[in-house]
């Protein structure tokens, strides 16, 4: 089989990936899909919330994927489902199917767009038996959401990423009760407003510099101890409660899926799990794009789109010109005070247009500034009254103001 453009994954990057490179003139475009059907984890998340920034509209997650799917119709874009990518290389991608087992696709370039997966429980080891009744926040969301079967009674929620705070709303709803979300740093990692909107509005207490010490029950979970932790997060001893539930949701973070991308040789960020990637999405191995969550986490399905169209153009100019331009003039980027990663980590110095970046600030901060210097000198300063770990920051850079490499850091303004 021959294609143009091999696509890998149909969520909200992936498919605008697509729509983008069709746009932008590739003519054959093949998208794998694992699931039964493209949208990826929007297919699950039927609250709304989705849409504002991407269509200028609320939507809820199954809106959001078919209209980006509609779109994927409309261009006569081939979708490849209940398939999975097994090898990936700049010219060919190899795939297992239901129904039509082995099959190598030759293509021209290729886009990732794979997504990410959840942290479990042995990532942080929680100590205790292994009874039923633990979940991570995604997989509770589909068994409600998607299979229609209710997981417990009565919840406690450890971490406070986004998916964990929306199940918190999402079991109350269902007649639950939410005890407690825990969360081991002194700040939540999820949305501000799903804070006010999925655990205050519903008066569910939210713990920050706290953990689950002790999982208890063999068969079935029969409750935790949740404890306080130290400025080093270490449990301190004697301030244990113990909660009775039956249910321990987990939304201790997510992972990107690049399994795929480390076989293909792509060097991988220690920071993000994802990719390294230039300016135009291209990763370490020519030919091969990245987009959405499996480059970075984000916050918004709305940003992982917006980054799937950059990629998708990007792909399209690359098989153009048969790879050209090249990488001869180029520059880092380097994540510095209270700053946790920088995305795009190089730059390409020709070509048109300005920078655009992704970053993660370590800690809270309030009346700040973003500084973005070459060498010693700060090219670019620009204030933010209040960046939280919680919260992906967007900050372009015009291009003449990049000279060398870049660091981006995060002052703390007196």
Not at 116 to 131: D, K, L, Q, S, Y
Not at 177 to 186: D, G, H, Q, S, Y
Not at 285 to 298: K, R, S, Y
Request: aromatic letters at 4%.
């Amino acid at each position: 089989m021959r294609t143009d453009l091999v696509i890998i994954g149909a969520g909200p990057a992936g498919l605008a990936a697509a729509v983008s490179a069709r746009e932008n003139g590739v003519g054959d475009i093949l998208i794998i899909e694992r699931d039964r059907e493209p949208g990826g984890i929007l297919n699950q998340c039927i609250h709304s919330g989705f849409g504002l920034d991407y269509f200028g509209m609320e939507l809820t997650g199954p809106e959001f994927a078919e209209r980006l799917s509609d779109r994927i119709k409309g261009k006569g874009i081939r979708v490849m489902t209940d398939t999975m990518a097994v090898s990936v290389s700049p010219r060919k991608v190899t795939v297992i199917g239901a129904g039509r087992g082995l099959v190598v696709i030759e293509t021209k370039a290729v886009v990732l767009a794979m997504g990410c997966r959840e942290r479990t429980r042995f990532a942080i080891a929680v100590p205790g038996e292994r009874p039923s009744g633990v979940l991570t926040a995604g997989l509770a969301q589909r068994y409600i959401n998607i299979e229609g079967r209710m997981i417990g009674k009565n919840a406690v929620i450890l971490g406070s990423g986004d998916i964990g705070l929306i199940m918190a709303r999402r079991l109350t709803l269902e007649g639950a009760k939410v005890l407690a979300c825990v969360e081991i740093m002194p700040f939540s990692s999820g949305l501000s407003r799903n804070i006010a909107q999925c655990l205050d509005d519903f008066d569910i207490p939210l713990l920050l510099s706290h953990t689950v010490t002790e999982i208890h029950g063999r068969e079935r979970l029969t409750g935790v101890t949740v404890a306080k932790v130290d400025g080093k997060l270490n449990p301190i001893t004697g301030t244990e409660v113990y909660y009775e539930c039956d249910t321990l949701l987990l939304s201790v973070g997510l992972i990107p899926e690049n399994e795929l991308s480390a076989a293909a040789g792509v060097v991988i960020d220690p920071k993000t799990r994802g990719a390294v990637v230039f300016d135009n999405n291209e990763t370490s191995v020519p030919g091969i794009f990245a987009c959405g969550n499996v480059l970075q986490v984000h916050d918004l399905a709305d940003k992982a789109s917006e980054e799937g169209e950059r990629a998708g153009k990007s792909a399209a100019e690359y098989i153009s010109t048969s790879g050209e331009p090249g990488r001869v003039n180029w520059c880092t980027v380097t994540a510095g005070e209270n700053v946790v990663y920088a995305v795009p980590q190089k730059l390409r110095l020709t070509g048109d247009g300005d920078f655009g970046f992704h970053f993660r600030v370590k800690k809270p901060i309030k009346n700040g500034e973003v500084v973005f210097s070459c060498g010693e000198t700060a090219v670019k300063r620009v204030k933010r009254n209040h960046m939280s770990p919680g919260e992906m920051e967007y900050i372009e850079l015009e291009k003449s103001a990049v000279s060398g490499d870049i660091t981006i850091s995060a002052e703390v303004l007196p």
